[in-house]
């Protein structure tokens, strides 16, 4: 029954039915489809209405097309029986994933690296002008790079999926997917050890530990972490600060924050030394805080003060947002509460402008401390309300903590203690 439909269709589009066979997600995007086929996109339309049309496709709710199970299993036997290029198509579309992410990173606040593969022939760019159409985007096509990155291990296509996990990172990092993230870094990293790639080690392993400590996974994060310190005579000096602001942070995260400050202070003096301001400011704020949480608090706001101009200068709105917040901490324990309210109101203020939801939650946590602690509790409320939405938006579990620290509020006798 299928071959008659089959034979039935335009000779090219019974080529892009044999592609869309090797489409490893459960839909296909008209965009991934012309990829796939390295076609444009209204003939990819074309092909494509036709053959939902000879009932060889089906659409999702999404408007996705579906290529039923059976169906894919005939059309990879078509496609080697054709011999044709299936290396080639798989290239594509691992090609448009990576190209169109670091696209999409850019309307999200996230600083991307140059583009340092070009992009293949016949590999779709998706016109994207704001946040909302990048976000679109990256979940159109989730389901897709999850499933290729499981499915495509052909040795060939190694350093398309450690720059492809390296391209998608940043966008399960700031919704808050730490689950997503591990899954995809791990695979990053084995094709990085696969290659012996130490740069691709690094980044790859600093984005796993960060990921693992984040989630409490300490044991695995140390793994990561031994792996990391292990590439350092490997490694330009660049790289090695970096390694050493990782490591900071991953202490930090696990609280061990003497060994967190000694690894930051390391990696400022390496970004000092090269005459790196961007990264020596955005480090300074990473020791304040860990001065911060070692109760040296005057010391804190000392270098907040110098690394904020320096990051508003730079429109490096991420740190400067985390700065700001980093300074609230500090005033806050020394009971400045009406300075500590101030510095995060402004530190929401910068993260809406890097639509940085995940963190604007975490500060709004902190501002909720310190109003309750004013008296305020219809404000401290309303501050925990706000976090909890913007981490129930983006499916944090940490949602539940925000619920009920404003439920705690409206219980008899809620006071200006800590919840």
Same mark, same amino acid.
């Given at each position: 029954?299928?071959?008659?439909?089959?034979?039935?269709?335009?000779?090219?589009t019974a080529v892009l039915f044999r592609h869309l066979a090797l489409h490893p997600?459960?839909?296909?995007?008209?965009?991934?489809?012309?990829?796939?086929? !390295?076609?444009?996109?209204?003939?990819?339309?074309?092909?494509?209405?036709?053959?939902?049309?000879?009932?060889?496709?089906?659409?999702?709710?999404? %408007?996705?097309?579906?290529?039923?199970?059976?169906?894919?299993?005939?059309?990879?036997?078509?496609?080697?029986?054709?011999? =044709?290029?299936? *290396?080639?198509?798989?290239?594509?579309?691992?090609?448009?994933?990576?190209?169109?992410?670091?696209?999409?990173?850019?309307?999200? %606040?996230?600083?991307?690296?140059?583009?340092?593969?070009?992009?293949?022939? #016949?590999?779709?760019?998706?016109?994207?002008?704001?946040?909302?159409?990048?976000?679109?985007?990256?979940?159109?096509?989730?389901?897709?790079?999850?499933?290729?990155?499981?499915? &495509?291990?052909?040795?060939? *296509?190694?350093?398309?999926?450690?720059?492809?996990?390296?391209?998608?990172?940043?966008?399960?990092?700031?919704?808050?997917?730490?689950?997503?993230?591990?899954?995809?870094?791990?695979?990053?990293?084995?094709?990085?050890?696969?290659?012996?790639?130490?740069?691709?080690?690094? +980044?790859?392993?600093?984005?796993?530990?960060?990921?693992?400590?984040?989630? %409490?996974?300490?044991?695995?994060?140390?793994?990561?972490?031994?792996?990391?310190?292990? +590439?350092?005579?490997?490694?330009g000096p660049v790289e090695r600060a970096v390694t050493e602001r990782t490591v !900071?942070?991953?202490?930090?995260?696990?609280?061990?924050?003497?060994?967190?400050?000694?690894? $930051?202070?390391?990696?400022?003096?390496?970004?000092?030394?090269?005459? =790196? =301001?961007?990264?020596?400011?955005?480090?300074?704020?990473?020791? #304040?805080?860990?001065?911060?949480?070692?109760?040296?608090?005057?010391?804190?706001?000392?270098?907040?003060?110098?690394?904020?101009?320096?990051?508003?200068?730079?429109?490096?709105?991420?740190?400067?947002?985390?700065?700001?917040?980093?300074? %609230?901490?500090?005033?806050?324990?020394? !009971?400045?509460?009406?300075?500590?309210?101030?510095?995060?109101?402004?530190?929401?203020?910068?993260? #809406?402008?890097?639509?940085?939801?995940?963190?604007?939650?975490?500060?709004?946590?902190?501002?909720?401390?310190?109003? +309750?602690?004013?008296?305020?509790?219809?404000?401290?409320?309303?501050?925990?309300?706000?976090?909890?939405?913007?981490?129930?938006?983006?499916?944090?579990?940490?949602? $539940?903590? &925000?619920?009920?620290?404003?439920?705690?509020?409206?219980?008899?006798?809620?006071?200006?203690?800590?919840?």
């Amino acid at each position: 029954m299928f071959s008659w439909s089959y034979r039935a269709l335009p000779p090219e589009t019974a080529v892009l039915f044999r592609h869309l066979a090797l489409h490893p997600g459960p839909s296909v995007s008209a965009a991934a489809a012309a990829s796939l086929a !390295g076609i444009g996109v209204p003939e990819a339309r074309r092909h494509l209405r036709r053959l939902a049309s000879a009932n060889l496709l089906s659409r999702d709710a999404e %408007g996705g097309y579906v290529l039923h199970d059976l169906l894919r299993v005939y059309g990879v036997e078509l496609v080697e029986a054709e011999q =044709d290029d299936g *290396l080639g198509a798989r290239t594509r579309l691992l090609d448009y994933l990576r190209h169109n992410a670091q696209a999409a990173n850019r309307f999200l %606040g996230i600083t991307v690296a140059e583009e340092d593969v070009p992009l293949a022939d #016949g590999v779709v760019s998706v016109p994207l002008g704001t946040r909302e159409e990048a976000l679109a985007w990256f979940r159109q096509e989730e389901a897709t790079v999850s499933s290729a990155l499981r499915s &495509m291990d052909d040795p060939r *296509l190694l350093r398309f999926r450690m720059t492809l996990t390296r391209d998608w990172v940043s966008y399960y990092s700031l919704m808050g997917r730490w689950s997503e993230e591990i899954a995809a870094k791990r695979i990053g990293l084995d094709a990085a050890l696969r290659l012996d790639d130490p740069a691709a080690v690094l +980044q790859n392993a600093s984005h796993l530990a960060r990921a693992l400590a984040e989630t %409490g996974q300490a044991a695995d994060a140390d793994r990561h972490v031994e792996l990391m310190l292990g +590439q350092l005579h490997r490694l330009g000096p660049v790289e090695r600060a970096v390694t050493e602001r990782t490591v !900071g942070w991953v202490r930090g995260r696990q609280k061990r924050h003497d060994e967190a400050l000694r690894h $930051a202070r390391n990696a400022l003096e390496i970004f000092r030394a090269l005459g =790196d =301001d961007r990264a020596a400011a955005r480090e300074m704020n990473a020791v #304040g805080w860990y001065l911060a949480l070692l109760g040296r608090y005057e010391e804190t706001i000392a270098l907040c003060e110098e690394a904020i101009p320096l990051l508003r200068r730079d429109e490096n709105l991420r740190i400067e947002a985390a700065a700001w917040d980093t300074m %609230g901490y500090a005033r806050h324990r020394l !009971g400045d509460l009406g300075g500590a309210v101030a510095d995060y109101q402004e530190s929401l203020r910068v993260y #809406g402008e890097a639509f940085d939801d995940y963190n604007r939650a975490e500060v709004l946590e902190h501002l909720a401390s310190a109003q +309750q602690e004013q008296g305020s509790l219809a404000d401290a409320r309303a501050s925990w309300l706000r976090a909890a939405e913007l981490l129930s938006a983006i499916g944090s579990p940490h949602a $539940a903590r &925000m619920w009920a620290n404003a439920d705690a509020l409206d219980a008899p006798g809620a006071s200006s203690e800590h919840p």
